[in-house]
């Protein structure tokens, strides 16, 4: 699958436009993330418990559809049907949360956002590697999560300007959520040009069984490192209640979290090509490293301006790990097993940041914030260092 006849900005053609989608469809997505806790308890009346058990539900369903989204893809020869019916499903009932009464209508509404988005997930990042070379691959993910990220950033204070103009009404952002997210599928539909190809000739392998061995022992090791590094990464949410905790203003907090998101779009692309000329392995230890820093230093806050410059920090944690982590396993595995290889990589780690929160959580109420952190910190300094050891 190399459909790299055209360019944009030195970019193909076919990751220009992925990335745009991303861009709008996080754009639809942030607008809603940070305000319908919000909505849930002040408009629905729904339990921190009820709005656990939804968040838990979503997560969950997209980490498990990552693993066989990717081998469906790899099956198929094609990315972009599934991509299409992930994206297209999430952007078109995202809206629905504008008509819901009940936190059942809403986990039903969540539910079939994040089976789009582990629909999806998984064959994007297959046909991101697919199309850039070994030498540009880090650039590729990197320009990917930037675009990606500025959508993220833009989402959350385009819904807070939404509740100050129609005073505090959650249902108008909701619905003005739909116009990215119905222009993100039909840039995909009408300009995504993607070429079939037939997995099994391209890369001489036949297609991977549904299952973890055949993709090789050093991605085994690179996944079990990456999945120890997860138990210790929990829910961001964890992060916004430290800032709480130490005095940020509530208004306050999403400005921060912008300013996060703004680091990370900066850095992200400069930290993909950085890898592609020293090695992702360097620059993924130096991410886990830097994670360990904010999570210790989470743990120590005194007040909110120490709080200011984690989140700016945090970015770089992303900038240096998120899309990394991604072309090094496309590194890792061949050609025809690359939807298999994101799919089970993607699931193993996002299941895992389902224990991590609530360990996370269960570790603050027990023994308060540091200990919180500090196991964090624990488990990015043990994957740095096995990084290292195993040389993976």
């Not at 995504?192 to 050093?218: C, D, N, W, Y």
């Not at 940020?248 to 999403?254: E, Q």
């Not at 984690?310 to 998120?322: K, M, N, R």
Request: proline share 3%; glycine share 10%; aromatic share 12%.
């Amino acid at each position: 699958m190399r459909s790299r006849n055209s360019q944009v900005f030195g970019i193909s053609s076919v990751i220009f436009v992925a990335g745009l989608v991303s861009l709008l469809t996080d754009f639809s997505s942030e607008m809603i993330v940070p305000i319908l806790p919000l909505f849930l308890t002040s408009v629905l009346h729904v339990s921190v418990t009820d709005i656990g058990v939804i968040e838990g539900i979503a997560e969950s369903t997209a980490s498990v559809l990552k693993l066989f989204s990717g081998w469906i893809s790899d099956h198929m020869g094609r990315r972009k049907p599934l991509m299409i019916l992930g994206y297209g499903l999430s952007n078109l009932t995202k809206p629905l949360f504008a008509l819901s009464n009940t936190w059942g209508q809403v986990l039903t509404i969540r539910f079939a956002d994040r089976f789009g988005k582990g629909v999806r997930g998984a064959p994007r990042d297959a046909l991101i590697a697919d199309v850039a070379t070994k030498e540009q691959r880090g650039k590729a993910f990197g320009f990917h999560r930037a675009l990606d990220t500025i959508g993220a950033a833009l989402g959350p204070l385009t819904a807070f300007a939404i509740l100050a103009l129609f005073h505090g009404n959650y249902r108008t952002v909701f619905w003005v959520s739909a116009i990215p997210g119905i222009l993100a599928v039909m840039l995909l539909i009408f300009f995504l040009k993607e070429t079939k190809h037939k997995a099994q000739e391209e890369s001489h392998v036949s297609l991977p069984k549904i299952g973890f061995r055949s993709l090789g022992k050093r991605f085994m090791g690179f996944t079990f490192i990456a999945t120890l590094f997860a138990l210790g990464n929990s829910s961001d949410a964890f992060l916004v209640l430290r800032a709480q905790n130490v005095g940020m203003a509530t208004s306050m907090i999403p400005l921060a979290y912008f300013t996060f998101n703004v680091t990370y779009s900066i850095f992200a692309m400069p930290a993909g090509i950085l890898s592609d000329r020293i090695g992702r392995r360097s620059v993924l230890v130096l991410g886990y490293l830097i994670f360990a820093i904010i999570y210790l230093g989470f743990g120590m806050a005194q007040n909110s301006a120490w709080i200011w410059g984690l989140f700016i920090v945090y970015g770089l944690y992303y900038a240096a790990t998120e899309g990394i982590q991604k072309a090094y396993v496309a590194d890792l595995v061949q050609q025809g097993q690359r939807g298999m290889a994101m799919g089970t990589f993607n699931a193993l780690t996002g299941l895992a940041s389902l224990p991590a929160s609530v360990i996370a959580g269960f570790l603050w109420q027990s023994l308060g914030p540091m200990a919180t952190f500090g196991v964090g910190t624990i488990c990015a300094v043990l994957a740095a260092a096995l990084m290292v050891i195993l040389r993976i």
